[in-house]
């Protein structure tokens, strides 16, 4: 089976043998093997190249391009990947079609926390948090390190934004089982990924209080209170509110 690493070090592990981020002849090869691998459809002549060179394409670039994608087919076919019907060019467009079975570790790491995020909804959390630490272990390296490409920065983004909810799915998962200490370790990486995030901050409390630390619950209500009101000038929403009553010792209402 084929292994397709996308973050972190880009690498292609096959039981041909495996191909290093060095192997892809330059960052530009890199790049149009990372943007076509996790492109879930065709990818149009021009994008591709845009995802290469950004707003500097060269005079040339089309045949710069076909260069690139030339040497990507001879780099992939040293995995035991037949380019010539896996990298597919045609009416303008290229399509990656890697072996079926081929796992990506991008495509992993979101079906892994859509796994989680629905077994935590259907209270299975000891379902929930294996799926949701594998996750967490793929999304917590880095993207295209070194690129400032616009393609390369929305996808950190969106990247980013999942880790947010891995962590707050672990801290949810970990709750439902009664580990409010491993509840509040998860949390806490929730809130130092998204510090603006006020449901982040609500679930640290909850862990606070379900681990027993009503005290510390109300220090996190105070930060995120002061942080809201200097750096916004709005106050924290109901539901925290709600949470800080609890943690005070008071009964929530609805």
Excluded at 1 to 30: C, K, N, W
Excluded at 100 to 125: C, K, P, Q
Excluded at 179 to 206: D, F, I, K, Q, W
Aim: glycine share 6%; aromatic share 8%; proline share 4%.
């Amino acid at each position: 089976m084929l292994r397709v690493y996308l973050l972190g070090r880009v690498t292609i592990d096959s039981p041909h043998g495996v191909l290093e981020q060095a192997d892809f002849l330059g960052r530009q090869g890199r790049l149009a093997f990372v943007y076509l691998a996790e492109s879930p459809r065709r990818v149009e002549r021009h994008q591709l190249a845009e995802a290469i060179w950004g707003d500097s394409l060269p005079d040339a670039w089309d045949t710069a391009l076909n260069a690139i994608v030339s040497k990507l087919r001879r780099t992939l076919s040293r995995v035991g990947v037949d380019a010539s019907n896996s990298l597919e060019g045609s009416y303008g467009c290229y399509e990656l079609r890697l072996p079926a079975g081929t796992w990506i570790d991008l495509r992993e790491a979101m079906n892994s926390l859509d796994f989680a995020e629905g077994a935590v909804v259907r209270g299975d959390a000891r379902a929930a948090w294996p799926a949701a630490a594998v996750a967490s272990a793929i999304l917590r390296r880095p993207f295209l390190s070194g690129e400032d490409l616009p393609w390369v920065e929305q996808r950190r983004r969106e990247l980013h934004e999942l880790e947010v909810r891995t962590y707050d799915t672990l801290a949810n998962a970990w709750l439902q089982v009664g580990n409010g200490p491993t509840a509040v370790a998860a949390a806490r990486r929730a809130v130092a990924l998204a510090p603006y995030r006020e449901s982040v901050y609500a679930r640290l409390m909850e862990c606070h209080v379900a681990a027993g630390d009503r005290a510390e619950a109300v220090r996190v209500y105070t930060e995120l209170r002061d942080l809201l009101s200097e750096v916004m000038g709005i106050s924290p929403a109901p539901e925290v509110e709600h949470i800080y009553l609890e943690a005070l010792g008071h009964r929530r209402t609805k």
